[in-house]
C-alpha cells in the first residue's frame, strides 16, 4: 500500500526558534498533500492544503507566515513552523493522496511529528 | 467547512464483544471515512462509504451510513485488544478530497 513517511518523528527544541517538518510519499506521487494538527485528546485540524507547484491553501485561522508551506516536488511536501513558542507544541501530520491510479477518495497519512517547544 | 460529532466519546467493552460508535454531521458529504489512530500515531484508513452508499463490509467492520439522518456507524463485531485506539469519522463535502475530522471515540477493549 501507499506509504507516507515523516521526518523528523519528534523535535524539541527552544521558544523562538524554527522547526522545519517533511511529508514524502514513498512510492507514488502526490500532487495534493494535506497538514494536520491535533493537541492533546482532540482531532485532527486541517491547516493547509499544499498543491505542487503552487501556493498552500490556509484553513482560516491558520496564520500563513508563521506555518510556511512548500511542495517542491511530488514526493516532498514541507512545513516549517517559524519562531515556534510554546503554544505551537502539537502532534503536526500530513497526508497525501494518490495523483492517479489508487483508490480515490483516499489518503495516506504519515506517522506523525511531536513538536515540544520548550 | 463542518466538523463530525461522535459518539460515545469513549467506548470500554470486554474482548469479544461489538463496538458501535456513530458520527452525525450537518451537511451534505461526497463521501465519508472511518480511520484509527493508535495512541500517539498517525491514522489508518479503514473504510469509505460514498453517499450513495448505504453499507459496507471489511472484514469485522460494518460501516453504515443514512443521508437522511446524516449519520453514520462504524460496528467492529467481536472486538480485540488490538482494536484498542481512537476512530474517527472523516467527512469530505468538497473539491480537493479535503476532509474534515470528527470529534473521535476513544475504544478501550479489555482483554
Known amino acids: 500500500g501507499a506509504v507516507v513517511s515523516q521526518h523528523p518523528s519528534r523535535v524539541i527544541c527552544k521558544s523562538g526558534t524554527s522547526v522545519k517538518i517533511e511529508c514524502r510519499s514513498l512510492d507514488f506521487q502526490a500532487t495534493t498533500m494535506f497538514w494536520y494538527r491535533q493537541f492533546p485528546k482532540q482531532s485532527l485540524m486541517l491547516m493547509a492544503t499544499s498543491n505542487e507547484g503552487s501556493k498552500a491553501t490556509y484553513e482560516q485561522g491558520v496564520e500563513k507566515d508563521k506555518f510556511l508551506i512548500n511542495h517542491a516536488s511530488l514526493t516532498l511536501s514541507t512545513l516549517t513552523v517559524t519562531s515556534a513558542h510554546p503554544e505551537d507544541s502539537s502532534f503536526y501530520i500530513c497526508?497525501?493522496?494518490?495523483?492517479?491510479?489508487?483508490?480515490?477518495?483516499?489518503?495516506?497519512f504519515g506517522p506523525g511529528t511531536r513538536l515540544t517547544v520548550l | 467547512s463542518q466538523q463530525g460529532e461522535e459518539d460515545p466519546q469513549a467506548l470500554s467493552i470486554q474482548e469479544g464483544e461489538n463496538a458501535t460508535m456513530n458520527c452525525s454531521y450537518k451537511t451534505s458529504i461526497n463521501n465519508l471515512q472511518w480511520y484509527r489512530q493508535n495512541s500517539g500515531r498517525g491514522l489508518v484508513h479503514l473504510i469509505l462509504i460514498r453517499s450513495n452508499e448505504r453499507e459496507k463490509h471489511s472484514g469485522r467492520l460494518r460501516v453504515t451510513l443514512d443521508t437522511s439522518k446524516k449519520s453514520s456507524s462504524l460496528l467492529i463485531t467481536a472486538s480485540r485488544a488490538a482494536d484498542t485506539a481512537s476512530y474517527f469519522c472523516a467527512l469530505n463535502s468538497g473539491g480537493y478530497q479535503k476532509v474534515t475530522f470528527g470529534t473521535g471515540t476513544k475504544l478501550q477493549v479489555i482483554p
Open positions: 497526508s497525501a493522496r494518490e495523483s492517479s491510479g489508487g483508490l480515490p477518495d483516499t489518503q495516506y
